[in-house]
């Protein structure tokens, strides 16, 4: 793989009233598995169903019912832990964390406390050309998530779907290496493409598909050097947790107003309670949801019904054969196969159909040309009309048609952005399409020259301008398009022009 | 004789030579268990599935008749029985009818057995006497005065049935001895198999590492024949084993020649009954006639199987029983002007569970909390993999098999130790909690009659896997004791 070479960024200074203070972040990522079945049970994991339709004995903790492994979430596990450049933990447990809640039907949530499927990984996180910061991963586990208690549909009961109870989770935890509100944003994006490109998580933040658990804490400048310096959280400031968040957008005013409410505490001599806050957006302010104190004791231990999960590195390979590439070899590639900028390779690996449209573009053709087609006049036309890529009304093949019209001059550059908006609507074949329309530049000098002529007779005055100030050339080069009903090659006009001007 | 009092073995030959019909047989199930009703053993009784399903096995009979085809069977409450009240004998679970049938009486009735209803037991199996139950106590059919015995637990409702003749065959479940001590208690025979050998899905938890679900039945054999239909690798049970099932009874030749016999010293308890302490020699005795080797062995860690165990079972079972909340099914109480979920939650458990089960949820809670989990949990966790270790052990030495006594005692009498400290009830456990610790097999043999006219067992404990050979020499020690009492019908 290609390495990009890059440097760390600065760390987010916030001045207080009395000093400098910096930011130390870290983040556990609920990221759902991308599978047709449940963590445990043979139970669909369809969106959007009818409330308690995909539940069964095993999601509702009927007695007696027992869990059972599904070996396509721990592929998944596997494949994202790869993807993270994570080791892979052969031998993994399966914990009970043991609370009550009536959307959690066990009254236990099936984790991996003391054994993860994933071990220590790494994201590279770039926030400009250049600039990236390398956040290490701790571990990734697998876990159940739960249901949905339903508040607002009686005023005097409460109701539950289960649908969501026993769906695969990923949880995946870093070290605390974010240093800003852009860098966390930036994390969870980076993050979200990997996974996208793994087709281990759909990534859908509005659906809850992929919610973060941010943990906040100030420092002073310098502190959290001795902090890396000797791995010792000493140095560190007490932190806050700030639950369940499923937006960017909030993930950065969240951290930004809890930094500022820390380092006010902190400069009015208080001390930093830690806890656990919720993030309320309208408002804009971070809520105590619970402390320290009154934390869960969860109760963790072995749960008894699943035997260690025991997989060989024989099948991590051919997991590991099976990866495809990933955001950073792409863009890497990208960059020296088709000679786009960094800016450029960025978009165009966001997503990986994107990436894949623009290849094929690409294939054969000029990539820096390819590149900017593909952003400015496809993905511009496509965000104007709210599509995805995968709705565009342009194939890769009509596009890498218009693109062959313009490179063999047969038309000009202005007509090639009439031609897309015709494909665009109607479709076809650009060159059927082109011809048929008689869009075809003019490069046979000869009728060019008679135009030019022609111009030149009509206009003497012109003529006597142009030659004492040659800017204005220009305006016969346009009579002359114009003339031709913007057939004409504008660099053969250019030329004749400049000729028979005698500039 | 009436045709309820055979074994499964003898109703299955006379069904097959057409001497007896299912349907009499279960007729002849019915009558004696609605005779039986003072023992308060079947606690739901199904008559009309059992008289469907002896019809189907009459057409059903010759010489390709599954293995338990037409035998009439109890089932023990824990167990989950489509359609049928389930409720584990507690009151949490009142008027839960499941809709779904455990993988254990499923494969019973794919045999062929009829199921003539639910046996009694005490709730969610914690107890050894049958007097937690929320059906009241189940009565062990002997007696030798007037007062009325426990048939043991946790399964008393399946011993009392079946000492009794009200079926031919039970389910049971052990987790700590509640298969084999009941089975001790009123002269029967009960085995629990290797930890995986059975299916554990749709049988209501305890402490899931710990459970089993075994036969409780009138002879050796018959436990083999129902231990093969019971047995086998069930795909909804990750901790079920993914392995052959022997053919038990084929494996019951009668021949132990050669074969070593353990005697654990540790097993010696101080102030062990001299009757106990006579049968255990005995039964080695007669071990020894058979022609096996008797050995003396160590299993240094025995002293530290009962207070692991009641550290670990509760942990497991404060997790487990967690479900039961009033949100989805079972009980839950009726809620005051605005009372919210935790107040839910408290009534519901408060009146669901009784006082057994929620002292074992509480030191479960306890043991597992921030703080005494590795004094607890985790030290009990090591103490369980050094007393498997003991076993593994011996049987790496060449032991074939384990003697040791099933119970301190005889059956005592209901209520006797209801103002016991707890833990003299739990002491009952004290020779069979390390077998379930350990995972292996165990089965408790009826051998004599004490002094006071009240059945005596031994138990045999096997290597991993070895029910065969298990049966083998029980069935070697059941034939030598040549124990055929009965208990004389009062009810």
């Not at chain 1, 009961?157 to 995946?172: C, K, P, Q």
């Not at chain 1, 919720?278 to 934390?295: I, V, W």
């Not at chain 1, 009309?385 to 009304?393: D, K, N, W």
């Not at chain 2, 489509?82 to 949490?92: L, M, R, T």
């Amino acid at each position: 793989m290609l390495d990009l070479t890059y440097e760390a960024p600065k760390p987010k200074v916030i001045a207080g009233a009395k000093h400098d203070w910096e930011l130390v972040i870290g983040m556990e990522i609920h990221a759902q598995v991308s599978s047709n079945a449940k963590l445990f049970s043979g139970a669909s994991t369809a969106f959007g169903a009818e409330p308690n339709s995909n539940v069964s004995f095993v999601d509702c903790a009927m007695p007696g019912m027992l869990p059972v492994i599904n070996e396509f979430c721990v592929a998944q596990a596997v494949r994202t832990g790869l993807g993270l450049k994570a080791r892979i933990n052969l031998f993994s447990a399966f914990d009970r964390k043991n609370y009550f809640y009536p959307d959690l039907p066990q009254g236990y949530q099936i984790s991996q406390l003391y054994h993860p499927i994933v071990g220590e990984g790494e994201v590279l996180v770039e926030l400009a050309p250049g600039i990236a910061r390398l956040v290490r991963i701790e571990r990734i586990h697998l876990e159940q998530d739960a249901g949905k208690s339903i508040h607002d549909m009686d005023p005097n009961l409460s109701f539950v779907d289960f649908n969501r109870t026993g769906v695969a989770l990923m949880e995946i935890v870093s070290r605390p290496d974010l240093r800003g509100p852009e860098e966390a944003a930036a994390y969870v994006a980076k993050l979200r493409q990997i996974l996208r490109y793994l087709g281990t998580c759909d990534g859908n933040m509005q659906n809850g598909n992929l919610r973060a658990d941010v943990n906040v804490s100030v420092c002073r400048p310098g502190d959290y050097e001795r902090y890396q310096a000797t791995q010792d959280f000493g140095h560190l400031g007490t932190r806050c947790e700030i639950k369940n968040m499923n937006s960017m957008r909030f993930i950065q005013q969240a951290i930004d107003y809890e930094a500022r409410r820390q380092i006010a505490i902190l400069e009015d001599g208080g001390k930093v309670v830690q806890e656990t806050r919720l993030y309320d957006p309208d408002r804009g302010e971070t809520r105590s949801m619970r402390s320290k104190e009154e934390a869960h004791d969860y109760r963790y231990f072995p749960d008894p019904d699943l035997l260690p999960l025991e997989i060989e590195q024989d099948w991590v390979d051919d997991i590991a054969a099976s990866m495809p590439e990933l955001p950073d070899a792409k863009k890497a590639r990208f960059m020296a196969d088709y000679g786009v900028t960094d800016y450029d390779a960025n978009v165009l690996t966001a997503e990986l159909d994107a990436a894949a449209f623009f290849e094929s573009v690409a294939a054969g053709r000029d990539g820096k040309q390819a590149a900017n087609w593909v952003i400015n006049e496809l993905f511009g036309r496509l965000n104007k009309q709210g599509l995805t890529i995968a709705e565009t009304p342009v194939t890769a093949a009509q596009l890498g048609g218009i693109l062959d019209l313009i490179a063999s001059g047969e038309i000009s550059g202005k007509m090639a952005k009439d031609l897309f908006e015709i494909i665009w609507t109607d479709g076809g074949d650009p060159a059927e399409v082109a011809a048929a329309r008689g869009m075809k530049q003019v490069t046979d000098t000869g009728a060019i020259e008679v135009a030019v002529d022609e111009i030149i007779a009509a206009n003497p005055a012109q003529v006597e301008k142009a030659k004492a100030n040659p800017k204005l050339a220009g305006w016969f080069v346009g009579q002359v398009i114009k003339a031709t009903g913007g057939k004409a090659n504008p660099a053969a006009v250019n030329e004749i022009v400049a000729k028979k001007l005698g500039l | 004789m009436n045709a309820n009092e055979l074994t499964i073995a003898g109703a299955r030959d006379a069904l097959a030579k057409g001497e007896l019909s299912a349907v009499d047989l279960t007729m002849a199930c019915l009558a004696a268990m609605d005779a039986g009703t003072p023992l308060n053993a079947f606690v739901h009784l199904t008559p009309d599935i059992a008289l469907e399903q002896a019809r189907a096995a009459d057409g059903r009979r010759g010489a390709d008749a599954p293995a338990l085809n037409g035998i009439p069977l109890g089932i023990k409450d824990l167990f989950c029985t489509k359609g049928v009240p389930s409720q584990a004998a507690s009151n949490i679970l009142k008027g839960f009818r499941p809709e779904y049938e455990s993988t254990v009486t499923a494969k019973l009735f794919g045999a062929g057995a009829v199921m003539l209803g639910k046996l009694n037991m005490d709730e969610f199996a914690m107890g050894s006497s049958n007097e937690t139950s929320c059906y009241g106590d189940a009565v062990n059919p002997w007696k030798v005065d007037d007062r009325k015995l426990t048939p043991g637990g946790s399964s008393g409702g399946s011993a009392a049935a079946v000492a009794a003749d009200l079926c031919l065959g039970a389910t049971g479940t052990d987790t700590g001895g509640s298969i084999r001590q009941p089975a001790a208690f009123t002269g029967i025979v009960g085995i629990k198999p290797t930890y995986g050998r059975v299916s554990r899905w749709g049988v209501v938890a305890f402490a899931s590492s710990l459970d089993q679900a075994g036969p409780m039945t009138k002879t050796v054999r018959d436990a083999a024949i129902m231990l093969g239909a019971m047995s086998g690798h069930d795909p909804k049970d990750s901790t079920s084993a993914d392995l052959a099932v022997p053919d038990f009874e084929a494996a019951l030749t009668g021949d132990i020649r050669g074969r070593k016999i353990g005697i654990p010293r540790e097993y010696r308890m101080d102030g062990m009954p001299a009757e106990i302490e006579a049968l255990w020699t005995r039964g080695a005795e007669m071990l020894k006639d058979a022609g096996a080797e008797i050995v003396d062995i160590s299993l240094p860690h025995t002293k530290y199987a009962l207070p692991a165990y009641y550290v670990i079972a509760p942990a497991e079972a404060s997790s487990n029983l967690a479900r039961y909340d009033g949100v989805r099914y079972g009980h839950r109480a009726k809620l005051g002007q605005g009372d919210g979920i935790v107040d839910m939650y408290e009534k519901t458990r408060a009146e669901g569970f009784g006082k057994e089960v929620q002292r074992r949820v509480m030191i479960g809670t306890y043991v597992l909390s921030a703080g005494f989990y590795d004094a607890y949990y985790n030290r009990a966790r090591r103490v369980r993999a050094l007393i498997k270790r003991d076993f593994d052990l011996v049987f790496a030495d060449g032991i074939d098999a384990i003697l040791t006594p099933a119970t301190p005692s005889s059956a005592f009498g209901l209520g006797e130790m209801a103002s016991a400290d707890p833990v003299e009830m739990y002491l009952n456990d004290v020779f069979t909690v390390t077998v379930n610790l350990a995972g292996l097999p165990g089965v408790s043999v009826p051998v004599a009659l004490d002094a006071k006219g009240l059945p005596m067992g031994l138990q045999l404990i096997g290597r991993p896997w070895d029910e065969a050979g298990l049966l083998n020499h029980a069935h070697v020690l059941e034939r030598a004791a040549g124990f055929v009492a009965k208990p004389q019908k009062w009810w």
